[in-house]
C-alpha cells in the first residue's frame, strides 16, 4: 500500500486546485493508495488580530470527505496551528512538522512519500527522511518578501532540490529555471472537462445585470489591486466585477477593492465553479505582470477555455501565449476600457445562457492525463525505497546486433561502468563487436526467435513490447537509444544518451528511402506509427535526464518530446595502436592511397551519390566500408575505380583509415563518427555542411564541407581537398577533444549529479 504526505498551499475545501485534482484522480486511479493532505496551518494569533476575534486554533486531523469512486477512509485532511511567526518562535517549522508526523503515525503511516507544494516542507523533509517529491508550482524565489523571507525560502528551496527522489514543475518557465540545478519534470495543470459539460443554474448570489468573472484567490502575489478596482469602476452602472475565492488582503485593501464596486464572494465549494464561470458574461485576468506571475502556469487558463466564455487579460504567461479562442490580451492601461468593450459585445449580442451546454475545446487537457503523468512520479518515488539493494548502475541499448557507432558508445559506457549489466532487445553475437562477450547481458523474449537476431528490422513492430519486458534493477540506467531502449521499465532513475530520436518516426522518408507507395514497409509503418508515437513520446518523457550526442540532435529531441537535452558528444573508439591487419582486396591500393566511405549502406547514406562522382574521376579511388539493405544495389553499378568491402575486424580497420588519403561524408547524420575516427589517424574529411558533422568536422582544420549530396558538389569537394595542406597533427588534435575518455568522465559526472540528487 502506499501511503503519501501532500504538504499543501491550499486548504481542501477552498477553491479547488492541482493538489486536490491531482489528489484525487490518483485515490480513484489506485485502490492501495492512502492520503493524508496537510493544509496551510490556522494562525490563530493574526487571524484574531485582522479580524479582531478570539483567537482559534486549526481543526486538527478529520477524515477527509467522501469522493465519488473512492471507497473507506483513505483521505485525511490535517490542518495543524502555527500560534507564533517564524520571526518569534524559531522552532516553527519543527512544530509543524511534528504535527505532521504524529497525524501520519495516527492514520497508521508507517513509510510514506513526502509531497511537498509549500517550500516550508523542507522542515518536515528535513525532520523524517521521507522519500520526497517536490512539486513546484510558484516560483517564490520570484515573489515580492523580506530579505528573511526570501533568505528562507532560497535556503528550503535548495534543501527540497537536493534531496527530493523527483522534482515536478508546472510551467515551462519553471522547467527552464529549475533544470539548471537539478533533472525536473514538467507536469502542467488542466481541468476537469466533465464538470463543465453539467447543466447548473445560475449561483443564487451572482448580481443580476452583466458580470464580469474573477475566479482564484485574491491575493497581491498575483492580482492587481489597483487594477481590479479601476476595472470596477469603469462597469459602474453597466456591469458587475465579482471575485470568487478566497481574498486574504489586509483589511485597507480589502476596503478599497470593495469601496470600487468590486464584490468579494469569498471561497465556493468546488463543485459550483463551474457554474459560476458558465454564467458570467465576461471572464477577467487582472493580475499583475511579473517575473513571478510570468513563472506559472494558472489552473484558470484552463477553466476559462473550457467554460467557453470572452475572456480579458494583462499579458501574463499563461495567457498572452496560450492560442484562446475569445480572448484578449490587453496591457494594463487599456484593461479597465478592454473589459467594458467585451462586457457591451455581450450584451449587444444579448448572450443568454441557458441550460444547453456551452462549447467545450476538446483539446483542453484534462486531469486525467495529469493524473497518469503523476502517477509515474510517485511510484518512481515509492520504488526508490529500495536504492540501497539495486546494483548501482545498468546499461540498456536498443540491441546488439550490428557494428556501428551506437554500439561503440555502449562499449564506453561498458568502460565507465565495467560492473554493469547490458539490458537489451536482441544479441547476435556474431553480428556486433565481439567486446560484448566479455560483458553481462539480458535480452528480452524476442531473442529466442533466431531470425530477428539476425533482421532487427523485421522486429519493428514487436520491440515496443519487447523493451517493455526488459526490466533493468539500479539506482540508475544508463539508456543508449535510437528509438527503443528509453522504454526500458526501470526500478531506478534513468539517463537516456540519445543518438537520434527513431528515424522511422521522425525521418520517415528519409528511412524508407525509395520504398514504392504500396511497399510493404511503408504499409507496414503507416498503420504502427501513430500507436508508437504514443509509445515513443510516453518513454521519452519519462526520463529523469537527458543527453544528445550532437546539437541536431539536441533540436530533434526538443522538436520530438519537448526534452531540453543535454549535449555529450559521442566518442570515436577505433584505437590508433592496435595491430594493424592489410585488406587483401586493397592491398594493390595502398601506394597512393585512396578515398574512404565507412557507412551503412542505407537510402539516406548518399554511398550511390559518392560513387557516381568517383564514376566521373577515374584517376581517383574510392573504398566503401559497409553492409546494408543497399548493398546488392550498390554493388551492381559499382564503376571500376570504387571497391566494397564489408565485415572487417578493427585491425582491418585501422590499415583502411590508416591509406586513405580522406574520408567522404555525404549523409544527413545525427552525429559525425567516422570523422572523428579518421581523424584520430590524421586523415581529413570532406563531409555533407548538416547535420551532426557540424560538431565534429573542424573546418580547414580537420576537413572541408561541400553543400549539398550530389556529385558534383562531392567531386568538387575532393579537388579541393586535394588542393589543401593539412596537419596530420592538427587533425589529431582535434579528434583527442572526443576521446573515450572524455565521454566516460563526462558520464560519470552525470551519473554522480542524478545519484546525487
Same mark, same amino acid.
Given at each position: 500500500?502506499? &501511503?503519501? +504526505?501532500?504538504?499543501?498551499?491550499?486548504?481542501?475545501?477552498?477553491?479547488?486546485?492541482?493538489?486536490?485534482?491531482?489528489?484525487?484522480?490518483?485515490?480513484?486511479?489506485?485502490?492501495?493508495?492512502?492520503?493524508?493532505?496537510?493544509?496551510?496551518?490556522?494562525?490563530?494569533?493574526?487571524?484574531?488580530?485582522?479580524?479582531?476575534?478570539?483567537?482559534?486554533?486549526?481543526?486538527?486531523?478529520?477524515?477527509?470527505?467522501?469522493?465519488?469512486?473512492?471507497?473507506?477512509?483513505?483521505?485525511?485532511?490535517?490542518?495543524?496551528?502555527?500560534?507564533?511567526?517564524?520571526?518569534?518562535?524559531?522552532?516553527?517549522?519543527?512544530?509543524?512538522?511534528?504535527?505532521?508526523?504524529?497525524?501520519?503515525?495516527?492514520?497508521?503511516?508507517?513509510?510514506?512519500?513526502?509531497?511537498?507544494?509549500?517550500?516550508?516542507?523542507?522542515?518536515?523533509?528535513?525532520?523524517?527522511?521521507?522519500?520526497?517529491?517536490? *512539486?513546484?508550482?510558484?516560483?517564490?524565489?520570484?515573489?515580492?518578501?523580506?530579505?528573511?523571507?526570501?533568505?528562507?525560502?532560497?535556503?528550503?528551496?535548495? $534543501?527540497?532540490?537536493? %534531496?527530493? +527522489?523527483?522534482?515536478?514543475?508546472?510551467?515551462?518557465?519553471? =522547467?527552464?529555471?529549475?533544470?539548471?540545478?537539478?533533472?525536473?519534470?514538467?507536469?502542467?495543470?488542466?481541468?476537469?472537462?466533465?464538470?463543465?459539460?453539467?447543466?447548473?443554474?445560475?449561483?443564487?448570489?451572482?448580481?443580476?445585470?452583466?458580470?464580469?468573472?474573477?475566479?482564484?484567490?485574491?491575493?497581491?502575489?498575483?492580482?492587481?489591486?489597483?487594477?481590479?478596482?479601476?476595472?470596477?469602476?469603469?462597469?459602474?452602472?453597466?456591469?458587475?466585477?465579482?471575485?470568487?475565492?478566497?481574498?486574504?488582503?489586509?483589511?485597507?485593501?480589502?476596503?478599497?477593492?470593495?469601496?470600487?464596486?468590486?464584490?468579494?464572494?469569498?471561497?465556493?465549494?468546488? &463543485?459550483?465553479?463551474?457554474?459560476?464561470?458558465?454564467?458570467?458574461?465576461?471572464?477577467?485576468?487582472?493580475?499583475?505582470?511579473?517575473?513571478?506571475?510570468?513563472?506559472?502556469?494558472?489552473?484558470?487558463?484552463?477553466?476559462?477555455?473550457?467554460?467557453?466564455?470572452?475572456?480579458?487579460?494583462?499579458?501574463?504567461?499563461?495567457?498572452?501565449?496560450?492560442? $484562446?479562442?475569445?480572448?484578449?490580451?490587453?496591457?494594463?492601461?487599456?484593461?479597465?476600457?478592454?473589459?467594458?468593450?467585451?462586457?457591451?459585445?455581450?450584451?449587444?449580442?444579448?448572450?443568454?445562457?441557458?441550460?444547453?451546454?456551452?462549447?467545450?475545446?476538446?483539446?483542453?487537457?484534462?486531469?486525467?492525463?495529469?493524473? *497518469?503523468? $503523476?502517477?509515474?512520479? +510517485?511510484?518512481?518515488?515509492?520504488?526508490?525505497?529500495?536504492?540501497?539493494?539495486?546494483?548501482?548502475?545498468?546499461?540498456?541499448?536498443?540491441?546488439?546486433?550490428?557494428?556501428?557507432?551506437?554500439?561503440?558508445?555502449?562499449?564506453?559506457?561498458?568502460?565507465?561502468?565495467?560492473?554493469?549489466? #547490458?539490458?537489451?532487445?536482441?544479441?547476435?553475437?556474431?553480428?556486433?563487436?565481439?567486446?560484448?562477450? !566479455?560483458?553481462?547481458?539480458?535480452?528480452?523474449?524476442?531473442?529466442?526467435?533466431?531470425?530477428? %537476431?539476425?533482421?532487427?528490422?523485421?522486429?519493428?513492430?514487436?520491440?515496443?513490447?519487447?523493451?517493455?519486458?526488459?526490466?533493468?534493477?539500479?539506482?540508475?540506467?544508463?539508456?543508449?537509444?535510437?528509438?527503443?531502449?528509453?522504454?526500458?521499465?526501470?526500478?531506478?532513475?534513468?539517463?537516456?544518451?540519445?543518438?537520434?530520436?527513431?528515424?522511422?518516426?521522425?525521418?520517415?522518408?528519409?528511412?524508407?528511402? /525509395?520504398?514504392?507507395?504500396?511497399?510493404?514497409?511503408?504499409?507496414?509503418?503507416?498503420?504502427?506509427?501513430?500507436?508508437?508515437?504514443?509509445?515513443?513520446?510516453?518513454?521519452?518523457?519519462?526520463?529523469?535526464?537527458?543527453?544528445?550526442?550532437?546539437?541536431?540532435?539536441?533540436?530533434?529531441? %526538443?522538436?520530438?518530446?519537448?526534452?531540453?537535452?543535454?549535449?555529450?558528444?559521442?566518442?570515436?573508439?577505433?584505437?590508433?595502436?592496435?595491430?594493424?591487419?592489410?585488406?587483401?582486396?586493397?592491398?594493390?591500393?595502398?601506394?597512393?592511397?585512396?578515398?574512404?566511405?565507412?557507412? %551503412?549502406?542505407?537510402?539516406?547514406?548518399?554511398?550511390?551519390?559518392?560513387?557516381?562522382?568517383?564514376?566521373?574521376?577515374?584517376?581517383?579511388?574510392?573504398?566503401?566500408?559497409?553492409?546494408?539493405?543497399?548493398?546488392?544495389?550498390?554493388?551492381?553499378?559499382?564503376?571500376?575505380? #570504387?571497391?566494397?568491402?564489408?565485415?572487417?575486424?578493427?585491425?582491418?580497420?585501422?590499415?583502411?583509415? /590508416?591509406?586513405?588519403?580522406?574520408?567522404?561524408?555525404?549523409?544527413?547524420?545525427?552525429?559525425?563518427?567516422?570523422?572523428?575516427?579518421?581523424?584520430?589517424?590524421?586523415?581529413?574529411?570532406? /563531409?555533407?555542411? =548538416?547535420?551532426?558533422?557540424?560538431?565534429?568536422?573542424?573546418?580547414?582544420?580537420?576537413?572541408?564541407?561541400?553543400? &549539398?549530396?550530389?556529385?558534383?558538389?562531392?567531386?568538387?569537394?575532393?579537388?579541393?581537398? !586535394?588542393?589543401?595542406?593539412?596537419?596530420?597533427?592538427?587533425?589529431?588534435?582535434?579528434?583527442?577533444?572526443?576521446?573515450?575518455?572524455?565521454?566516460?568522465?563526462?558520464?560519470?559526472?552525470?551519473?554522480? /549529479?542524478?545519484?546525487?540528487?
Amino acid at each position: 500500500m502506499t &501511503e503519501l +504526505v501532500v504538504l499543501s498551499l491550499e486548504a481542501w475545501d477552498e477553491v479547488w486546485r492541482r493538489n486536490q485534482h491531482l489528489v484525487a484522480g490518483l485515490l480513484r486511479a489506485d485502490p492501495d493508495l492512502r492520503v493524508l493532505f496537510v493544509e496551510p496551518a490556522a494562525d490563530p494569533v493574526y487571524a484574531a488580530l485582522r479580524a479582531r476575534v478570539l483567537p482559534r486554533s486549526g481543526v486538527g486531523l478529520r477524515r477527509g470527505p467522501r469522493l465519488p469512486e473512492v471507497d473507506g477512509d483513505r483521505l485525511w485532511l490535517l490542518q495543524p496551528t502555527k500560534w507564533l511567526p517564524r520571526k518569534v518562535d524559531s522552532r516553527a517549522d519543527a512544530r509543524l512538522a511534528g504535527a505532521v508526523v504524529a497525524a501520519a503515525r495516527e492514520v497508521g503511516f508507517s513509510d510514506p512519500v513526502l509531497w511537498v507544494n509549500d517550500p516550508a516542507g523542507a522542515g518536515t523533509l528535513a525532520a523524517t527522511g521521507w522519500r520526497a517529491l517536490y *512539486d513546484i508550482t510558484d516560483d517564490w524565489l520570484l515573489a515580492p518578501r523580506t530579505p528573511a523571507e526570501h533568505a528562507r525560502l532560497v535556503a528550503d528551496e535548495a $534543501m527540497l532540490l537536493a %534531496r527530493s +527522489v523527483e522534482v515536478v514543475v508546472c510551467s515551462p518557465a519553471l =522547467a527552464a529555471s529549475k533544470a539548471a540545478t537539478r533533472p525536473v519534470r514538467l507536469v502542467p495543470n488542466a481541468v476537469d472537462l466533465a464538470a463543465y459539460q453539467r447543466d447548473s443554474a445560475r449561483p443564487a448570489d451572482l448580481p443580476d445585470g452583466a458580470v464580469a468573472l474573477y475566479v482564484g484567490t485574491v491575493h497581491t502575489d498575483r492580482m492587481d489591486l489597483d487594477l481590479l478596482a479601476a476595472t470596477a469602476r469603469a462597469l459602474a452602472g453597466t456591469a458587475s466585477v465579482v471575485c470568487v475565492g478566497p481574498a486574504p488582503l489586509a483589511p485597507t485593501d480589502a476596503t478599497a477593492v470593495t469601496a470600487a464596486g468590486v464584490r468579494l464572494l469569498g471561497p465556493r465549494p468546488a &463543485e459550483t465553479i463551474p457554474a459560476y464561470l458558465r454564467h458570467a458574461d465576461v471572464l477577467v485576468v487582472p493580475h499583475a505582470v511579473t517575473p513571478f506571475t510570468d513563472s506559472l502556469d494558472p489552473i484558470k487558463r484552463y477553466e476559462y477555455q473550457a467554460a467557453g466564455r470572452p475572456v480579458v487579460a494583462t499579458p501574463v504567461a499563461g495567457f498572452a501565449d496560450s492560442g $484562446m479562442q475569445r480572448l484578449t490580451v490587453a496591457a494594463r492601461a487599456d484593461f479597465p476600457a478592454a473589459v467594458a468593450v467585451a462586457v457591451a459585445a455581450a450584451v449587444a449580442a444579448e448572450f443568454e445562457v441557458t441550460q444547453a451546454l456551452p462549447p467545450v475545446d476538446a483539446s483542453v487537457p484534462t486531469w486525467a492525463e495529469r493524473v *497518469d503523468a $503523476m502517477s509515474a512520479v +510517485v511510484n518512481t518515488v515509492v520504488a526508490s525505497r529500495d536504492s540501497r539493494r539495486r546494483p548501482p548502475v545498468a546499461i540498456a541499448h536498443d540491441y546488439l546486433t550490428q557494428r556501428g557507432g551506437a554500439e561503440r558508445v555502449v562499449l564506453a559506457m561498458l568502460t565507465a561502468f565495467p560492473d554493469a549489466t #547490458v539490458y537489451t532487445t536482441l544479441y547476435d553475437p556474431a553480428g556486433t563487436y565481439p567486446e560484448f562477450a !566479455e560483458a553481462r547481458i539480458v535480452t528480452s523474449p524476442l531473442d529466442r526467435i533466431g531470425a530477428l %537476431r539476425r533482421h532487427h528490422r523485421a522486429a519493428l513492430p514487436l520491440l515496443a513490447w519487447g523493451t517493455g519486458r526488459l526490466h533493468p534493477d539500479a539506482d540508475i540506467v544508463v539508456v543508449s537509444s535510437s528509438g527503443w531502449a528509453h522504454g526500458v521499465r526501470s526500478t531506478g532513475r534513468r539517463i537516456v544518451y540519445c543518438h537520434a530520436p527513431a528515424r522511422w518516426l521522425y525521418q520517415t522518408e528519409a528511412y524508407l528511402g /525509395a520504398a514504392g507507395r504500396w511497399a510493404p514497409a511503408r504499409l507496414g509503418l503507416a498503420t504502427l506509427r501513430p500507436a508508437l508515437l504514443r509509445w515513443d513520446r510516453r518513454a521519452a518523457r519519462s526520463a529523469d535526464r537527458y543527453l544528445a550526442n550532437s546539437r541536431v540532435v539536441r533540436d530533434r529531441v %526538443r522538436a520530438a518530446y519537448g526534452i531540453d537535452a543535454t549535449v555529450l558528444p559521442a566518442p570515436h573508439a577505433v584505437g590508433t595502436e592496435g595491430q594493424r591487419e592489410p585488406v587483401a582486396t586493397l592491398t594493390d591500393w595502398a601506394e597512393g592511397g585512396f578515398h574512404l566511405i565507412v557507412s %551503412r549502406l542505407l537510402p539516406y547514406k548518399n554511398v550511390d551519390v559518392v560513387a557516381a562522382a568517383f564514376a566521373g574521376m577515374p584517376s581517383r579511388r574510392l573504398v566503401v566500408v559497409g553492409d546494408g539493405p543497399g548493398r546488392a544495389a550498390l554493388a551492381r553499378d559499382l564503376p571500376g575505380n #570504387v571497391r566494397l568491402v564489408s565485415g572487417l575486424r578493427d585491425a582491418q580497420l585501422r590499415w583502411v583509415y /590508416a591509406q586513405a588519403r580522406a574520408l567522404v561524408a555525404p549523409s544527413l547524420e545525427d552525429y559525425g563518427l567516422t570523422p572523428l575516427e579518421a581523424a584520430a589517424f590524421g586523415v581529413p574529411t570532406l /563531409a555533407l555542411e =548538416a547535420g551532426g558533422y557540424l560538431d565534429t568536422v573542424a573546418p580547414g582544420v580537420s576537413g572541408l564541407f561541400f553543400p &549539398e549530396p550530389t556529385p558534383a558538389a562531392v567531386a568538387e569537394a575532393v579537388e579541393a581537398g !586535394e588542393r589543401h595542406t593539412w596537419s596530420a597533427e592538427a587533425i589529431r588534435a582535434h579528434a583527442a577533444l572526443f576521446s573515450a575518455e572524455v565521454f566516460v568522465a563526462a558520464l560519470r559526472a552525470h551519473v554522480d /549529479a542524478l545519484r546525487s540528487t
